[in-house]
């Protein structure tokens, strides 16, 4: 709960030495929209929901005002992908925080400020922030300082051991267009990579000419990375937003047609579909930035529709950061009705389908925020009398020879066909549906993907 009395620190230390936010939280949200708390009156919260309405918090260094934030977090990586949010650990979840453990907040470093010369210490990241021009300045404080009523001062032990911060730092290079520590060089260390953007540990005054394009550089030693930089590099934070970014490549046929392919709810356009995407007998290769996926939590998802208004399948491999995803689902039901939520097979597929004849689940049914709970497992394709161990092959009724002018008893060549000849059995991207209902034209398929 919120309170007017004086911020005791002493108070608020555990058994693990780490210093508790007073925070609480309102109730379960989905947008920051869905945030408003009357007079600062927290509502309940549950400790198994995701999302919590968070209380103002800019005296922490870090953005509040009711936003809807996501809470137990473990990494920065489990946050949000909008640049600047931070997993902020509490100590460990305790009833007075309503068993929260920790929130993704976002920092104030480089937003707006209308309280000029105000200092504040951005909580458990040791970096003093003061308001400067409008703007919160960010100033990252040397191994062997911490911030203290927004200012890095210097770690001393007394004579009974204690810390004693007492001492302030001398004056460092800022970048501003000045020599501010009197070496005769001006703004060294702002821009070493020169790309024209400010290192992010520095702490930057206006528009300085070293640096024109902006602050918060991540890594000062490559010049191709900056805040929303396109130039990709493997499993590097390229743009700046707290996330490693990976290129993944995927071959993909579907039968009939490919509608839709997105990931992370960015849509490929129909003209970058393959020439094969009306022929489920073959194949297409997709990659390039709109298949750069992230630290965390990603999705990739398939929109196939069957023209003949029967039932649309699919059959897919996903490469990234070394590894190899293939389309895998479950056995259909013995008794031959749907699984649903109750059952041992519902969270035994990764990929899911949307499992409904309507015409489509959800506007945003491909972004990774986006709640599939109620989606089945992926079911291996085989027509009634299938035979089990080929459930899902490539050779599986209705996906015969016979569609590529073999016979029954060949199989298509196909973009897949090295998973089927390198005698490793079960190593093979499998054909998946839905199973129920079988009058299905359109069909949608989820998997989501983690990254570290």
């Given at each position: 709960?919120l309170?007017?009395?004086?911020?005791?620190?002493?108070?608020?230390?555990?058994?693990?030495?780490?210093?508790?936010?007073?925070?609480?939280?309102?109730?379960?949200?989905?947008?920051?929209?869905?945030?408003?708390?009357?007079?600062?009156?927290?509502a309940?919260?549950?400790?198994?929901?995701?999302?919590?309405?968070?209380p103002?918090?800019?005296?922490?260094?870090?953005?509040?005002?009711?936003?809807?934030?996501?809470?137990?977090c473990?990494?920065?990586?489990?946050?949000?992908?909008?640049?600047g949010?931070?997993?902020?650990?509490?100590?460990?979840?305790?009833?007075?925080?309503?068993?929260?453990?920790?929130?993704?907040?976002?920092?104030?470093?480089?937003?707006?400020?209308?309280?000029?010369?105000?200092?504040?210490?951005?909580?458990?990241?040791?970096?003093?922030?003061?308001?400067?021009?409008?703007?919160?300045?960010?100033?990252?404080?040397?191994e062997?300082?911490?911030?203290?009523?927004g200012e890095?001062?210097?770690?001393?032990l007394?004579?009974?051991?204690?810390?004693?911060?007492?001492?302030?730092i001398?004056p460092?290079?800022?970048?501003?267009?000045?020599?501010?520590?009197?070496?005769?060089?001006?703004?060294?260390?702002?821009?070493?990579d020169?790309?024209?953007?400010?290192d992010?540990?520095?702490?930057?005054?206006?528009?300085?000419?070293?640096?024109?394009?902006?602050?918060l550089d991540?890594?000062?030693?490559?010049?191709?990375?900056?805040?929303?930089?396109?130039?990709?590099?493997?499993?590097?934070?390229?743009?700046?937003?707290?996330?490693?970014?990976?290129?993944?490549?995927?071959?993909?046929?579907?039968?009939?047609?490919?509608?839709?392919?997105?990931?992370?709810?960015?849509?490929?356009?129909?003209?970058?579909?393959?020439?094969n995407?009306?022929?489920?007998?073959?194949?297409?290769?997709?990659?390039?930035?709109?298949?750069?996926l992230?630290?965390?939590?990603?999705?990739?998802?398939?929109?196939?529709?069957?023209?003949?208004?029967?039932?649309?399948?699919?059959?897919?491999?996903?490469?990234?950061?070394?590894?190899?995803?293939?389309?895998?689902?479950?056995?259909p039901?013995?008794?031959?009705?749907?699984?649903?939520?109750?059952?041992?097979?519902?969270?035994?597929?990764?990929?899911?389908?949307?499992?409904?004849?309507?015409?489509?689940?959800?506007?945003?049914?491909?972004?990774?925020?986006?709640d599939?709970?109620?989606?089945?497992?992926?079911?291996?394709?085989?027509t009634?009398?299938?035979?089990?161990?080929?459930?899902?092959?490539?050779?599986?009724?209705?996906w015969?020879?016979?569609?590529?002018?073999?016979?029954k008893?060949?199989?298509?060549?196909?973009?897949?066909?090295?998973?089927?000849?390198?005698?490793?059995?079960?190593?093979?991207?499998k054909?998946?549906?839905?199973y129920?209902?079988?009058?299905?034209?359109?069909?949608?398929?989820?998997?989501?993907?983690?990254?570290?």
């Open positions: 709960m309170t007017d009395e004086p911020f005791d620190e002493d108070s608020l230390i555990d058994d693990s030495d780490q210093l508790i936010l007073p925070l609480c939280f309102e109730k379960n949200c989905g947008s920051h929209g869905d945030c408003s708390v009357p007079d600062n009156v927290c309940p919260y549950i400790f198994t929901e995701e999302y919590a309405c968070g103002d918090i800019e005296d922490f260094g870090y953005q509040g005002e009711w936003l809807c934030l996501e809470v137990n473990a990494t920065d990586a489990d946050c949000r992908d909008d640049l949010y931070v997993c902020v650990p509490f100590g460990g979840p305790l009833p007075e925080f309503n068993e929260a453990s920790s929130v993704c907040a976002r920092s104030l470093s480089g937003t707006a400020c209308a309280e000029e010369g105000k200092k504040v210490c951005q909580f458990g990241r040791d970096i003093a922030i003061t308001c400067t021009d409008g703007v919160w300045k960010p100033y990252f404080c040397e062997g300082y911490s911030c203290e009523s890095c001062v210097l770690e001393m007394d004579s009974d051991g204690e810390a004693n911060d007492a001492d302030i001398p460092l290079e800022t970048c501003d267009n000045i020599d501010n520590d009197g070496d005769t060089l001006i703004d060294e260390g702002c821009d070493d020169g790309d024209g953007w400010c992010i540990t520095m702490e930057v005054y206006g528009i300085p000419t070293i640096c024109p394009n902006g602050l991540c890594n000062d030693g490559d010049l191709n990375i900056y805040p929303g930089s396109t130039i990709h590099q493997e499993a590097a934070d390229y743009d700046c937003d707290n996330r490693k970014e990976y290129q993944a490549t995927m071959t993909l046929s579907v039968d009939d047609e490919l509608v839709e392919l997105c990931a992370n709810g960015t849509q490929f356009d129909q003209d970058e579909f393959g020439g995407y009306g022929d489920w007998a073959r194949a297409d290769t997709y990659g390039g930035p709109k298949l750069v992230e630290s965390g939590t990603n999705v990739i998802g398939i929109h196939g529709k069957d023209v003949g208004l029967a039932i649309s399948a699919f059959v897919a491999t996903i490469q990234v950061n070394g590894t190899i995803i293939i389309s895998d689902g479950v056995m039901p013995d008794d031959g009705i749907a699984y649903t939520s109750l059952d041992d097979e519902w969270d035994d597929a990764l990929w899911r389908y949307f499992p409904e004849a309507v015409p489509t689940p959800n506007a945003d049914w491909c972004d990774k925020w986006f599939d709970s109620d989606w089945g497992p992926a079911i291996l394709a085989g009634s009398g299938t035979d089990p161990s080929v459930y899902g092959n490539l050779g599986t009724d209705p015969w020879g016979g569609a590529c002018g073999l016979t008893y060949e199989r298509c060549p196909t973009a897949f066909e090295p998973y089927y000849t390198d005698a490793i059995a079960g190593n093979e991207p054909w998946i549906w839905d129920n209902p079988t009058q299905l034209a359109d069909a949608w398929l989820r998997i989501r993907i983690v990254l570290p």
